[in-house]
């Protein structure tokens, strides 16, 4: 029975601040979010952890997926979204993405971003991995999360001064507030957050931002890992945020390894650079250590399979050969043509003294995007009364068991939308009111920021590409060995740790790797980003959704049958 703390230990808020809406986070979804609301509440807040530039948004490098051609259709895309999706895909929600995607990146263009044109003007599209048709649109070649992210800062930047916005950067939440609970002792509706601002910020310490509505728009569990892609905010905040504060998370055992990233030894730590599958969907390919082309044996569709298949065949090649990384062979495709259509990418190899025009590019698969998350309906609205969840944070189904390639800009953006003028519409029609919060039952928790390096070695043996049941009993025995009592503690009269950004950070992604470790221990079959070697096929009983949540302090799982 494993048992988690419903609150991080931190001290009590030193200041107050009010809005109609909280929003935390500055990717895609959560400057979405914030511009709607603004223009729909009287008030919002808008937190981020770092500068409002700094969300994983930036970092996307293939584009953004949706029906523009007119030879295109949403019912082609929604087709593709369930094919990758391993059968656990919601098809409510897929539906919505398709259809509502076009207008939302055409909104996106009135807002300013420039994304790539051909020479009549449209927008040029390419195609990625698990697509039948070309509709990835992309900016700057393969800048295209980094052009959407200036779009939007920019948008925001114009109305810093209206009285009807207010931005704090540097600031980490550290949780939902919750308002008095409910007959059944649940936890009451969430009413605010609380938040540390990081030293930068426009205010000092541990605060406290309630709202009427909360809308989370984190980012993914990147540190969770050794090896991952995501930069190094990506530490789990909003879902662990959601779990202490009694939502229910599904689908997190569904964890993406990207295919290829560039490998450069074992003893490479922090983001890693990648290599955009649309490096492949413009026809490179992928080699083992011996030269060997081993993709068409393993999917009919090659190096533009599904994500998972392709990770998955990289690892057992490796395996194979005894080696450590494979080999991404873009030579054939030409000088001019990967410096104009690939610069960001052709300058990242460069600054490693890898030049893609003339050199195999070596490669292996980290992680790289979280599938599931804060469970929400067609509006994001959580669980929890009053919580909203949008972006990687979120499980809205539209992924199931693997995402497609591209579509994680495009549900950003579609169910930041739909989450921000539902609020408007409860907030305008006195359905969400002011709570005052009340402090939740059961323990606190602080794991020492020196315990992070063991806990991302526990998840990537654990629950990481290829996994198995003797190794996930192992992981969920070792994170339980973890002391998450360090504020606590004290070692020859030194407290072992005290609440700060580190520690907390760290906190979060003990209790994200350990809610991961026991759903994917649950799931006895493989399907999509979750491979099992005992388990290694797909199992019909199992096409449904493990729920988790917290109940008493104790998590507890509950298996969900798919709309």
Request: net charge negative; aromatic share 4%.
């Given at each position: 029975?494993?048992?988690?703390?419903?609150?991080?230990?931190?001290?009590?808020?030193?200041?107050?601040?009010?809005?109609?809406?909280?929003?935390?986070?500055?990717?895609?979804?959560?400057?979405?979010?914030?511009?709607?609301?603004?223009?729909?509440?009287?008030?919002?807040?808008?937190?981020?952890?770092?500068?409002?530039?700094?969300?994983?948004?930036?970092?996307?490098?293939?584009?953004?997926?949706?029906?523009?051609?007119?030879?295109?259709?949403?019912?082609?895309?929604?087709?593709?979204?369930?094919?990758?999706?391993?059968?656990?895909?919601?098809?409510?929600?897929?539906?919505?993405?398709?259809?509502?995607?076009?207008?939302?990146?055409?909104?996106?263009?009135?807002?300013?971003?420039?994304?790539?044109?051909?020479?009549?003007?449209?927008?040029?599209?390419?195609?990625?991995?698990?697509?039948?048709?070309?509709?990835?649109?992309?900016?700057?070649?393969?800048?295209?999360?980094?052009?959407?992210?200036?779009?939007?800062?920019?948008?925001?930047?114009?109305?810093?001064?209206?009285?009807?916005?207010?931005?704090?950067?540097?600031?980490?939440?550290?949780?939902?507030?919750?308002?008095?609970?409910?007959?059944?002792?649940?936890?009451?509706?969430?009413?605010?957050?609380?938040?540390?601002?990081?030293?930068?910020?426009?205010?000092?310490?541990?605060?406290?931002?309630?709202?009427?509505?909360?809308?989370?728009?984190?980012?993914?569990?990147?540190?969770?890992?050794?090896?991952?892609?995501?930069?190094?905010?990506?530490?789990?905040?909003?879902?662990?945020?959601?779990?202490?504060?009694?939502?229910?998370?599904?689908?997190?055992?569904?964890?993406?390894?990207?295919?290829?990233?560039?490998?450069?030894?074992?003893?490479?730590?922090?983001?890693?650079?990648?290599?955009?599958?649309?490096?492949?969907?413009?026809?490179?390919?992928?080699?083992?250590?011996?030269?060997?082309?081993?993709?068409?044996?393993?999917?009919?569709?090659?190096?533009?399979?599904?994500?998972?298949?392709?990770?998955?065949?990289?690892?057992?090649?490796?395996?194979?050969?005894?080696?450590?990384?494979?080999?991404?062979?873009?030579?054939?495709?030409?000088?001019?043509?990967?410096?104009?259509?690939?610069?960001?990418?052709?300058?990242?190899?460069?600054?490693?003294?890898?030049?893609?025009?003339?050199?195999?590019?070596?490669?292996?698969?980290?992680?790289?995007?979280?599938?599931?998350?804060?469970?929400?309906?067609?509006?994001?609205?959580?669980?929890?009364?009053?919580?909203?969840?949008?972006?990687?944070?979120?499980?809205?189904?539209?992924?199931?068991?693997?995402?497609?390639?591209?579509?994680?800009?495009?549900?950003?953006?579609?169910?930041?939308?739909?989450?921000?003028?539902?609020?408007?519409?409860?907030?305008?029609?006195?359905?969400?009111?002011?709570?005052?919060?009340?402090?939740?039952?059961?323990?606190?928790?602080?794991?020492?920021?020196?315990?992070?390096?063991?806990?991302?070695?526990?998840?990537?043996?654990?629950?990481?590409?290829?996994?198995?049941?003797?190794?996930?009993?192992?992981?969920?025995?070792?994170?339980?060995?973890?002391?998450?009592?360090?504020?606590?503690?004290?070692?020859?009269?030194?407290?072992?740790?005290?609440?700060?950004?580190?520690?907390?950070?760290?906190?979060?992604?003990?209790?994200?790797?350990?809610?991961?470790?026991?759903?994917?221990?649950?799931?006895?079959?493989?399907?999509?980003?979750?491979?099992?070697?005992?388990?290694?096929?797909?199992?019909?009983?199992?096409?449904?959704?493990?729920?988790?949540?917290?109940?008493?302090?104790t998590l507890v799982s509950r298996r969900s049958s798919l709309a």
């Amino acid at each position: 029975m494993t048992r988690l703390a419903t609150r991080l230990a931190a001290p009590e808020p030193g200041w107050t601040v009010e809005a109609d809406a909280v929003v935390v986070g500055s990717g895609i979804a959560g400057l979405t979010a914030a511009l709607e609301l603004r223009t729909r509440v009287p008030r919002v807040l808008l937190v981020t952890k770092d500068i409002l530039a700094s969300g994983s948004t930036v970092w996307a490098q293939g584009g953004i997926a949706a029906a523009l051609d007119p030879s295109d259709s949403p019912a082609a895309h929604l087709q593709d979204t369930l094919v990758a999706g391993a059968g656990l895909c919601d098809p409510r929600a897929v539906e919505v993405l398709v259809t509502e995607g076009p207008r939302r990146v055409r909104e996106l263009v009135a807002r300013g971003a420039v994304f790539d044109t051909g020479a009549d003007g449209s927008i040029s599209l390419t195609r990625e991995g698990g697509h039948h048709a070309d509709r990835i649109a992309h900016a700057g070649g393969d800048a295209t999360g980094a052009e959407i992210s200036r779009a939007l800062v920019a948008q925001i930047e114009a109305v810093r001064d209206d009285p009807g916005i207010e931005v704090i950067e540097h600031a980490l939440v550290l949780d939902v507030l919750t308002g008095p609970p409910g007959p059944d002792g649940r936890p009451g509706r969430a009413c605010g957050v609380t938040l540390h601002v990081i030293g930068e910020g426009q205010r000092d310490g541990v605060g406290a931002a309630l709202g009427r509505a909360v809308v989370l728009a984190t980012g993914g569990i990147g540190q969770v890992f050794r090896s991952s892609t995501n930069p190094a905010q990506a530490t789990g905040d909003g879902i662990a945020a959601a779990l202490r504060a009694g939502a229910v998370l599904g689908d997190v055992e569904f964890v993406q390894f990207h295919p290829t990233v560039l490998w450069l030894g074992s003893g490479v730590k922090g983001q890693l650079t990648l290599v955009s599958e649309a490096v492949r969907g413009e026809g490179a390919l992928l080699l083992d250590t011996d030269g060997v082309r081993f993709m068409p044996d393993v999917h009919p569709m090659a190096e533009l399979a599904p994500r998972d298949v392709v990770a998955h065949a990289i690892v057992r090649r490796m395996s194979e050969t005894g080696s450590d990384h494979v080999w991404l062979d873009a030579r054939h495709l030409g000088d001019d043509f990967l410096r104009s259509r690939f610069p960001t990418i052709n300058d990242r190899l460069l600054e490693h003294g890898i030049d893609m025009t003339t050199d195999l590019v070596p490669v292996a698969p980290a992680q790289h995007y979280h599938s599931g998350g804060v469970v929400t309906d067609l509006v994001g609205r959580t669980s929890l009364p009053g919580l909203y969840a949008v972006g990687e944070t979120a499980c809205t189904g539209v992924h199931g068991a693997n995402r497609l390639a591209s579509n994680s800009l495009l549900e950003g953006l579609v169910f930041a939308t739909r989450a921000a003028r539902h609020i408007a519409t409860q907030v305008s029609g006195g359905a969400l009111t002011l709570l005052t919060p009340e402090t939740r039952p059961g323990d606190e928790a602080l794991v020492a920021a020196a315990s992070r390096a063991r806990v991302q070695r526990i998840a990537s043996d654990g629950p990481g590409p290829l996994r198995s049941g003797d190794g996930l009993r192992r992981a969920v025995a070792a994170l339980e060995a973890v002391r998450t009592d360090a504020h606590l503690r004290t070692d020859e009269g030194r407290r072992l740790a005290a609440p700060q950004v580190a520690e907390w950070e760290t906190t979060n992604v003990h209790q994200v790797a350990t809610v991961l470790t026991a759903a994917a221990l649950e799931r006895e079959e493989s399907r999509g980003g979750h491979a099992r070697s005992d388990f290694p096929v797909p199992v019909d009983a199992w096409r449904l959704r493990l729920e988790l949540s917290l109940r008493d302090g104790t998590l507890v799982s509950r298996r969900s049958s798919l709309a």
